[in-house]
């Protein structure tokens, strides 16, 4: 490879020898490959450790490639009009004659699929003739990466390329909405539930499943630094870590602060950092303070919960 290629023309050098690399999005770091390639697929499996039975979002940058692999209907055409690109994925019906890798759907006939908003990737996406399976860039059940740091805290100098895009500005995943059969919030994220109901005039909420077929990814332990998390407290031990969601007038050692102003999004973008920063720091445990659980602090509580499941 030349070096004086830029970032994006390295990034599909590597991509197009169906090797994974890392890109950037607004919501957290992908970890992608060739969606179109058995090989490429493989390789995202075997680097994260994750489970085959989970299957991986694939991301676009355009409807017609998107066409060629899923039948849309209005509500995809609804919601991506008002949302797309943006923290949103949707899960489709697969077409038969698609190019998509039995790896990345486990044989299913469904495909989740986004269209990410992210300067350099969305020029990634352009350059290249298919689209790209990117799971978040972590090792499976640990923290989402939300930097470039963070991907290389996860892999270290087992993936070729990282795209660097800067922090990630949402910081936590994207919302998924399963428009096959009845239409249903799979995972809360980056888009509030609201703000969906009110473009499709219905009044879905977050549909918990225990069935990890259904939603292989939505049931067990995630986003977890490894540590105990207790939730809700309002006196932490001494020994623990502290998150709370607004900056107190009194600070102690141990206290970190998801946002200056009670500003919920503000805080869903600081907290997988914040997770990690505690990580590193070596506590044994972390306390977090209650969190309203309305608009994005749902999201919030939702991936508190998983990272404290024992
Ligand atoms: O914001 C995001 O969505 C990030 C960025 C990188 O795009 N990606 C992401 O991917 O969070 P991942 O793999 O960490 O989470 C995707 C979730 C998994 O829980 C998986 O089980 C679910 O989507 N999923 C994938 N394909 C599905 C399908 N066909 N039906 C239902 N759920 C699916
Ligand atoms: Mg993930």
Redo the contacts with the bound molecule.
Sequence with gaps: MKNNLSNIKKAKYYLDKDECIAIP?E????LAGNAYSDKASLRIFKLKKRNKK????V?YSNLEMLNKDCFINSEFNKLYKKFCPG?I?F?LKLKKQSNISKNV?NN?K???V?F?NHPKTKKLLKSLNYPLA????NISTKI?PVSKRDVKEEFGKKIKFILDGGRSKIGL??T?V?LVGKTKI??L??IENSKINKVLNKNLKFHKTNNRI?????SRLHYSPGIPIRLNVSKPKPYEAFILIKKRNKTFKNYYYLSKTKNLKQAGRNLYKTLRIIKNKNYKSIAVEQIPNIGFGETINDRLKRASVK
Excluded: D
């Design positions: 999005t919501t957290v770091y992908g989970n299957p991986l979002i991301h923290p994925t899960v759907t299913k469904t495909l989740a986004r990410p990117a799971p978040s860039a989402s995943e994207s998924i399963s799979l995972r994220g980056g259904a939603v292989p990814g939505q």
